[in-house]
């Protein structure tokens, strides 16, 4: 059976996202690198699959497949994981909703940091404290929604990991040098430095800082 391909380059937020997804779930793939620094997802080649210009995107045999929260739902589904992806219903529209959210509303208030402390810098800029005062508002009512909830939950939703969890820790996965303000939320804090970056499949998916994906030596 040909693998899924998928194209992505493991850098950015969203491919990140896919490849620690996939293997949380044990989707097998082939991996095609596409250089976003480069702008390679801007070229004709890549966007004949993903007119957004955006990575990631997923193909399995006729299917194209961009957004990366549908490749993650598709590739449990396909797979048949049903911890990482539940089919009871509430459990999973539970988690269809946390996955909305992320796309709709956390992603982009956590890409505010990122490109204001971790992509300015690559480029010579200096971070604009005004625009970062501003998005403080908004991260901290959302994260407050995510703290609130894992101060009764372990995982974002269920007793265990799912792609929810993926999901949502995807925005923050450099939070360190994106410089959140993770102390305000406690339990939101816990649950991104004990549980998910614990997981092999978010160590495997390794990034650091400067968007890099070797690991410097103590």
């Known amino acids: 059976m040909e693998l899924m391909k998928v194209y992505a380059d493991p850098i950015t937020v969203n491919c990140r996202k896919v490849l620690a997804g996939l293997d949380l779930i044990g989707a097998p793939y082939e991996h095609v690198h596409v250089d976003y620094f480069t702008g390679q997802h ?114 974002i939703a269920g007793d265990a990991p799912t792609i929810a969890d993926i999901a949502i820790a995807a925005p923050m996965h450099l939070h360190p040098y994106q410089k959140l303000p993770l102390a305000q939320h406690p339990h939101l804090h816990r649950w991104m430095t004990e549980r998910v970056e614990t997981l092999p499949c978010w160590e495997r998916s390794f990034v650091g800082e400067g968007f890099t994906t070797e690991r410097r030596a103590a």
């Open 42 to 155: 801007k070229g004709d080649e890549y966007m004949a699959l993903n007119p957004n210009a955006s990575v990631p995107a997923l193909v399995d045999g006729d299917l194209v497949l961009w957004e990366s929260n549908a490749i993650l739902m598709y590739a449990a589904d396909k797979v048949g994981n049903h911890a990482a992806y539940p089919t009871d219903l509430k459990v999973r529209a539970d988690i269809n909703r946390w996955l909305l959210w992320e796309s709709s509303s956390w992603f982009g208030s956590c890409y505010v940091y990122l490109v204001e402390h971790c992509v300015k810098p690559l480029l010579a800029a200096e971070p604009d404290p005004q625009v970062i005062a501003v998005q403080d508002v908004t991260w901290n009512k959302l994260a407050g929604i995510l703290d609130a909830r894992l101060a009764r939950h372990d995982w």
